[in-house]
């Protein structure tokens, strides 16, 4: 096996037959192109790698940002493939003279709330007395609504499984039951509830039919009630993951095996050991004045550079609206370890990343 086999996170040599591609710097989530050669990380560690970017990309802070102005799936800008939020309930008040509410389950994607197919149990009330909500959205204009809601219980009918959400904004009278992409949701308030919400949705899944309810269009404001479990170490590990693998690109293979770098490799890798790599730059305005002239706008960053005995990496997403310090080793006291300052600016709006130097050159242009 090939020295420039080893993976940059296990060391362990790798065959690299089942790589189609090199490892994203920026995951590709958040606008990312430019790669790591293929070699460089193991088909294992990138299957392993897979789950933390997920939680990074659908439940951080940085998330929260991205379902509002984007990237979308794998970095791309159409509306079509805009980032969604996590289904949430999401509650409207009819007018500004009624002051009841109207609950629905949905999502956000780029700033907008959107609602999913859905029945609306109330759980006070007779089993036969459901509510239903359909998303124009989904139905096209040849489709009737008749045939698009008993299609939705035909699903429903064989749905095995749903996916549980908990708000304490919901009514206790009130569950949701929705759809969207193939997978259902359960909205109730607590778990005490769960009994007899299971019993509506039995009953429904036994119904051969359901009628359409009238509706009418309302002018509302909606809120949504968008919860997100933020693991911040598992943030953190993706955050020091993007700059590890820009030193890889920068220094090469060779130079990104040495041992000094163990530490930090084996928390990004498997969580374990030291885990005060990374630290929030809570005084983003020191990072946009120092930076802020050199990357487009809402641009993410990374520049490594020395610090005193430390070699750090700075990495900023959004325009530095949340930026980070990731330590990437200690350095021998006086010497010159990084001459030059290196870095990637991900200027995700036009599709392109550019290496420090690439940015500096095309702004002479």
């Known amino acids: 096996m090939k020295e420039s086999n080893l993976c940059i996170y296990t060391k362990e040599p790798h065959e690299d037959v089942e790589l189609k591609s090199g490892d994203h710097i920026f995951l590709a989530a958040i606008g990312g192109i430019k790669k790591l050669p293929k070699t460089y990380v193991s088909h294992e560690a990138n299957n392993h790698f897979s789950k933390l970017e997920k939680h990074f990309t ?14 979308g799936k794998r970095g791309k800008l159409s509306i079509k493939n805009a980032s969604k939020s996590n289904i949430c309930v999401m509650s409207s008040q009819i007018s500004s003279e009624d002051i009841r509410e109207r609950y629905n389950l949905g999502y956000v994607k780029l700033g907008k709330p959107y609602t999913i197919n859905q029945f609306i149990f109330k759980l006070d009330d007779d089993k036969s007395n459901m509510g239903t909500s359909i998303n124009p959205e989904y139905i096209k204009d040849s489709d009737e609504p008749q045939k698009v809601l008993n299609s939705l219980l035909e699903r429903a009918r064989n749905s095995t499984n749903y996916i549980l959400i908990k708000d304490d904004n919901l009514p206790n009278n009130i569950a949701l039951f929705g759809e969207l992409d193939d997978k259902w949701f359960l909205g109730i308030n607590n778990d005490n509830i769960l009994p007899i919400a299971t019993e509506f949705i039995n ?60 530490p930090i490799r084996n928390w990004i890798y498997s969580g374990e050991g030291e885990s005060n790599f990374v630290n929030i730059i809570s005084d983003n305005s020191v ?44 350095l021998a006291p006086s010497k010159a370890f990084l001459p030059n300052l290196c870095g990637l600016i991900c200027d995700w709006k036009n599709r392109v990343d550019y290496t420090l130097m690439e940015y500096i050159l095309q702004l002479e242009k």
């Open 203 to 262: 009953y429904l899944r036994n119904r051969k039919t359901v009628n359409v309810n009238d509706s009418k269009r309302y002018s509302t404001q909606v809120k949504a009630n968008l919860k997100s479990k933020i693991d911040m170490e598992v943030t953190y590990r993706v955050i020091a993951k993007m700059v590890f693998n820009l030193l890889a690109l920068e220094k090469g293979h060779e130079f990104i095996l040495e041992s000094r770098f163990d």
């Open 287 to 330: 990072m946009k004045e120092r930076f802020g002239s050199l990357y487009p706008e809402r641009a993410h960053y990374i520049f490594i550079t020395q610090i005193d005995n430390e070699l750090v990496g700075l990495i900023g997403f959004y325009g530095a609206t949340f930026s980070y310090e990731v330590k990437l080793t200690d």
């Open 58 to 71: 659908r439940d951080s802070i940085i998330s929260l940002v991205r379902q509002f102005e984007g990237p």
